[in-house]
């Protein structure tokens, strides 16, 4: 009997191994995955910006007496709109180690929805000149629990998502509505959409949906970025379709403050 008793543990422990053994292959698998999108992702998102930066620089430093000064100014403007392009990629990537090392402790205070939304708004403001913004927050929303400076942060993300993927002067739409201990945030586009099966595929670090890869840009972070922050702050994010129509919708809970944490 402890013969085959001390058989079967030994295939037992044989097929933890095995199972073990896949698992770190998975695990290595996907580190792999990630490290080469990481590789690509920032010789292109860093390489393409300096080399316009670059450009422009050089032609200013070597030509600047003979050229106009409409040239002259767009070369600076390229300059400057590269430069912040390569600064939103750094951020992203300083937001996303945030998450990765567990370094991030949210600061969570009793913050009003409308006075964030407004930041970030102003924030987005010149991406979504062309759009028409709709704000729909219920009257007498109730204080949410969040870290103001993260929350800005995803709202801003999905506006310059609604503003990117969905066509000039359509209309973005912000809601938000208060139920059982959370609110419900949406934002709303009248874009092209998320194919059924990238709808949980886009909050992953890197992934971009096909046919809006064309889209300039783009780094794979924003979603990841904002699923991480929302819920580190005790929410969730969730991606859909509209079904009136085309385009993406949202979807983010927060708790709201409790009146029994205030001491
Ligand atoms: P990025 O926009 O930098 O590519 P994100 O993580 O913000 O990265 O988004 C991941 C992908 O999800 C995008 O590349 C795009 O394919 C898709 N996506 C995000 N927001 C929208 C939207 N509002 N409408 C359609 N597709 C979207």
Redesign the pocket.
């Given at each position: 009997l402890f013969n085959a008793l001390a058989d079967q543990a030994a295939v037992a422990i044989e097929r933890i191994q095995l199972v073990a053994d896949v698992d770190r292959a998975k695990l290595a698998t996907e580190a792999d995955r990630l490290r080469s999108a990481l590789l690509t992702s920032i010789s292109h998102d860093l390489k393409t910006p300096l080399a316009a930066i670059m450009g422009a620089g050089t032609t200013l430093r070597d030509y600047a007496p003979s050229l106009s000064d409409p040239d002259r100014a767009e070369l600076l403007q390229t300059v400057v709109d590269e430069s912040e392009r390569l600064n939103r990629f750094i951020a992203n990537l300083l937001d996303m180690t945030r998450i990765g090392s567990g370094a991030m402790a949210p600061k969570l205070v009793p913050s009003e929805l409308g006075e964030i939304v407004g930041a970030a708004l102003r924030r987005a403001a010149k991406i979504t000149a062309g759009h028409r913004i709709e704000l729909d927050l219920a009257s007498g929303l109730p204080l949410l629990c969040v870290d103001p400076v993260l929350f800005e942060q995803v709202v801003f993300?999905?506006l310059?998502?609604?503003a990117?993927?969905?066509p000039q002067t359509s209309t973005i739409t912000l809601k938000a509505h208060a139920r059982a201990g959370e609110i419900v945030i949406e934002v709303i586009?009248e874009?092209?959409?998320?194919p059924a099966d990238?709808l949980e595929r886009?909050?992953d670090s890197f992934?971009?949906?096909?046919?809006?890869?064309q889209?300039e840009?783009?780094?794979?972070?924003?979603?990841?970025?904002?699923r991480g922050f929302v819920e580190a702050m005790g929410g969730t994010i969730l991606?859909g379709n509209r079904r009136d129509r085309s385009?993406?919708v949202?979807t983010i809970t927060v708790p709201i403050r409790e009146e029994t944490e205030l001491s």
């Open positions: 993300n999905l310059d998502n609604a990117k993927y969905a586009d874009g092209p959409g998320i990238d886009v909050f992934t971009r949906v096909e046919k809006t890869d889209v840009a783009g780094t794979g972070l924003g979603l990841s970025i904002c991606a385009g993406a949202f």
